[in-house]
């Protein structure tokens, strides 16, 4: 039997098109709001060309949900953030191209994929790993800019050892229910843009559980091997290499190339392997088998979104 091959999704050029004139507005609005930094903008527009082309709407707007609701959380009560954990972050809130890399680059390859595919199964499953990798982003970075709000001390997620707010691994109830929602509203958020097709209902589960094992992965990498350097001036550990304060600091524990951008790939990673599997091992929760016939006429193909 010859297997099923849409052709490709004639749309592309126009689309990428579309998603530079696009992106490129967000990421200078962006860089105006002091989210972005100057090598951020050029991520934010190579992830937003590739993701809206390859994807297409629900996948452009899904990216930007990711990117404005993170952007407004990193500035969601600023100063308190700044007085608890600013020691501990390796950055600020400008987003620079690597954080960029390490949130969206997982799905930027994953919409690459999609749209170069021909085969409507790659197509789902690499859909579902989209939503995945996205959801887990999304989940990090709520947990990350609402958890360190916590008036409770952050648990060490290896040891149950209480840590001050900012230390990686460190996880909090406030942080853990930000994640989840982070991971569940992106999925929801997709569904919508999808049309809320019920063939398409399971979305907003497979961003849910993807958010939920990316996460926990992220804060078992980040209690285990993430590097992390101590400041003899101050006395305390960090993730960065030179301190707030103005001292280079020694290193600590951990490896030396697993900073957070590294962690932060790996989780999304590991988010989106878990939108692959759920979506390719659990057909009937996973919309493997919608009931969507695509139409396949020679003429005027139906473009898969
Ligand atoms: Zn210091």
New binding site residues.
Partial sequence: MLKQRAPLDRAIPSRLLLGLLFSSGVAILAHRRRSLSKSGVAGAMISGTTIFGMGGWSWGLSLIYFFVSSSLLSHFKEREKAATAADKFDKGSERDILQAAANGGMATLLSLAYGLTRSPQAKRVLKAGFVGALATANADTWATEIGVLSKQAPRLITTGKPVAPGTSGGITALGTGASMLGALTLGLFFWLCQGLRRSLLSLPLVALLSGIVGSLFDSLLGATVQAMYF?P??Q?ETEKRL???G?PTQFLRGLPWMNNDTVNFLATACGSLTGIVGAWACPALCFLFPNIRERRGRGKPTPLR
């Fill in positions: 400041c001036a101050c305390k301190h707030s304060c001292t």
